[in-house]
């Protein structure tokens, strides 16, 4: 655990620039931890991992639950009962799906949609083009808030290949007229504040190593 690092990246990011903790492999009580000091927004990317720690922590109701891992579809009704934020939803059929779901379940999660700029065969994603040709279609989808776009960017980019990734995610998110892009990790950050980043997903830099 790192507070230090926590309290210093806050204070120096802008006002419109969120963190989202990512827990994932970490416990409820270092989430607890770091909740003490106003940390209420929460990302995790295995959906019974997430649960087991929510009802541990049942009692906080001001924690904010986002997904941010690979989305299966057979998942997709406990991530909409479960989740506020879903930040990886990678396709037009699942989006489809959580809607369809959202709808039955009277809830509407705000969305973020992840996008492919690069060719990272590990990465799955929107193609930006298809994207932007469906997007008439994606906004009459009902019961999602679509709040912006996610992007992970490969391991191994310089600085400046960081940026221009994450610029590019910005100026699609500004075409759709979307305000938030969540991007931007432990080793990429400051790279996706500079581009107009609005949810930071901080994980080993908070928490430590995931072992
Ligand atoms: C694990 C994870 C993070 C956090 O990664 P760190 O490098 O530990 O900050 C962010 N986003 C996604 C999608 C993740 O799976």
Redesign the pocket.
């Known amino acids: 655990m790192n507070l230090s690092n926590y309290l210093k990246i806050k204070n120096i990011i802008p006002s419109n620039v969120n963190i989202l903790a990512?827990s994932?492999g970490f416990t409820s009580q270092e989430i607890k931890t770091i909740q003490n000091i106003g940390q209420n927004d929460f990302?995790e990317?295995k959906f019974q991992e997430a649960f087991e720690k929510k009802l541990i922590l049942k009692d906080l109701k001001q924690l904010q639950w986002h997904f941010?891992?690979r989305i299966q579809s057979n998942k997709i009704r406990k991530i909409v009962q479960n989740f506020e934020y879903i930040h990886?939803v990678d396709s037009f059929e699942k989006l489809q799906k959580i809607s369809n779901v959202s709808c039955e379940e009277i809830k509407s999660p705000k969305i973020m949609l992840q996008v492919k700029l690069s060719d990272d065969p590990t990465k799955g994603g929107f193609n930006p083009e298809l994207l932007i040709s469906k997007w008439k279609e994606i906004r009459e989808l009902k019961n999602v808030r679509l709040s912006g776009l996610m992007t992970?960017n490969p391991k191994g980019l310089s600085s400046k290949e960081n940026s221009e990734l994450f610029k590019k995610c910005r100026s699609i998110a500004d075409s759709l007229q979307l305000s938030d892009c969540s991007m931007g990790?432990?080793?990429d950050w400051e790279e996706a504040v500079d581009a107009g980043a609005t949810w930071l997903?901080?994980?080993?830099?908070i928490f430590g190593d995931?072992s």
């Open positions: 990512v994932k990302g990317s941010i891992g990886s992970i990790m432990s080793g997903r901080l994980g080993s830099l995931r």
